[in-house]
C-alpha cells in the first residue's frame, strides 16, 4: 500500500487509475526548442475581436478556404511598430482560415513580412473572422482544403492535373 503524504499525488494516483508516474516519465524536450515563458512580456498586444468575414458574390454566400501561414501572436515583428517596444520574437507557423480569393497575408509595410499576419491585403488571421447571418436566412459555406504546398500555383492549374503537380500536394499534418 502506497500512503500519500500530499492530496495533489491523491488526485493524480486516482486520475491515472492507481498507477503512479514521476515528471520525468512525460517531460521530453520539444523537437525545435521551446520558449521560456517567463521571457514572454503579457499585456503588450491587443486582443483580437475577429471581424466578419467579406461574403463571395452574395450576401449569404462564403468560399472559405484553410491555409497554412504566419502569424505574429507573439510580441514583436509588426507589433514593434504598434506598441512601441523592440520585441524579437518571431512569427509562429499556423493554420487558419478566410476567403479562398484573399492572397496570403503580407505586413511588410507594417514591420512585419511577407506572409506573416496580421495584414490589412488579407483576411486570413487567428482567430478567423466570423461568419453572420439574420435568423431565417440560408447561407451556404464552401470549405476548401488549402493545406497544400503553394495554394496560389495549385490554383492555377488545371484541376484534372492537380493530382501529380507538386505544388499541390498536401502538407503533412503529423508531428514526429
Known amino acids: 500500500m502506497i500512503v500519500l503524504s500530499v492530496r495533489r499525488e491523491y488526485c493524480c494516483a486516482v486520475l491515472t487509475g492507481g498507477f503512479l508516474f514521476s515528471a520525468s516519465t512525460f517531460a521530453a524536450p520539444v523537437p525545435g526548442g521551446s520558449l521560456d515563458p517567463l521571457t514572454i512580456p503579457k499585456y503588450v498586444i491587443p486582443l483580437v475581436i475577429p471581424p466578419v468575414m467579406k461574403h463571395t458574390n452574395s ?26 517596444r523592440s520585441d524579437a520574437f518571431p512569427p509562429t507557423t499556423i493554420w487558419s482560415y478566410g476567403p479562398a480569393s484573399d492572397a496570403l497575408p503580407d505586413s511588410s509595410g ?27 436566412q440560408t447561407n451556404t459555406v464552401t470549405w ?3 493545406l497544400v504546398v503553394d495554394p496560389y500555383a495549385c490554383a492555377q492549374a488545371d484541376r484534372r492535373k492537380r493530382p501529380v503537380i507538386p505544388a499541390c500536394n498536401y502538407l503533412s499534418h503529423l508531428l514526429p
Open 59 to 84: 450576401d449569404t454566400s462564403y468560399v472559405i478556404a484553410e491555409r497554412q501561414f504566419q502569424q505574429q501572436i507573439l510580441p514583436g515583428g509588426s507589433w514593434n511598430a504598434f506598441n512601441g
Open 110 to 136: 507594417a514591420g512585419g513580412g511577407k506572409g506573416v499576419a496580421p495584414a490589412l491585403n488579407s483576411q486570413f488571421n487567428y482567430p478567423a473572422y466570423t461568419v453572420e447571418t439574420l435568423v431565417g
Open 144 to 146: 476548401i482544403n488549402d
